[in-house]
């Protein structure tokens, strides 16, 4: 009898979250990350692992992520750009940049991090390779999205390419039969999904 409230508890508090986080998008609060970023459970369910799988080899590239969180998926870049190539990252909340900062160091590794919004992107037209956006593009409010796909498209190079990976059951979750067909209305050109319908990314090329 406990067990059923308890789970009926988890399913109606998972439910509340998910509503708010559709109708009124905004980040995780950093404090909260921390915890749901670094656990065991979402890494073995949800880990960088399934952005490299998607995004190929990197070795050499210049790669950006938008919205770095505390950096879990960005040292996952940094790793995978190798000596060679570099990584670059901002977040909205200076706490996590800080965080995200904190861990590359820790690791002897290094990223270009600032704090920004991702319609105001801080780096140099077509200087990017590629440009990744985990469990982030549901997070930016609906009217500011098409202004942030316009920055993406602005640093990227004539050849790069937009990754956005999405998983449930983050709040924020886009299916992918909402997300496909809104980056092609904005002028985009989506070459391939990897993954399923729980845990997915989306490549795409400005047309």
Do not use: C
């Not at 998972?14 to 109708?23: C, D, F, K």
């Amino acid at each position: 009898m406990w067990g059923v409230a308890i789970v009926a508890l988890v399913v109606a508090g998972w439910v509340a979250v998910r509503l708010e986080g559709q109708m009124r998008p905004r980040p995780m609060p950093a404090r909260f990350e921390r915890f749901f970023l670094n656990n065991p459970f979402r890494r073995w369910w949800f880990g960088p692992q399934h952005v490299l799988k998607a995004l190929g080899p990197l070795a050499g590239l210049q790669v950006a992520e938008v919205g770095v969180g505390t950096g879990v998926v960005l040292e996952a870049l940094s790793r995978a750009v190798g000596p060679s190539g570099r990584t670059y990252g901002i977040d909205i909340q200076p706490q996590a940049v800080a965080m995200a900062s904190q861990r590359l160091a820790s690791r002897s590794l290094s990223a270009e991090l600032a704090v920004a919004r991702a319609t105001e992107l801080p780096w140099p037209s077509h200087s990017l390779d590629r440009v990744v956006m985990v469990a982030v593009f549901g997070e930016i409010p609906p009217y500011d999205r098409p202004r942030a796909l316009a920055e993406v498209r602005r640093v990227l190079s004539p050849a790069g390419l937009l990754a956005i990976t999405e998983f449930w059951p983050d709040p924020h979750y886009q299916p992918r039969e909402r997300l496909v067909p809104y980056l092609e209305k904005n002028g985009w050109r989506v070459e391939r999904v990897v993954g399923n319908a729980a845990i997915y990314t989306a490549l795409a090329r400005p047309n």
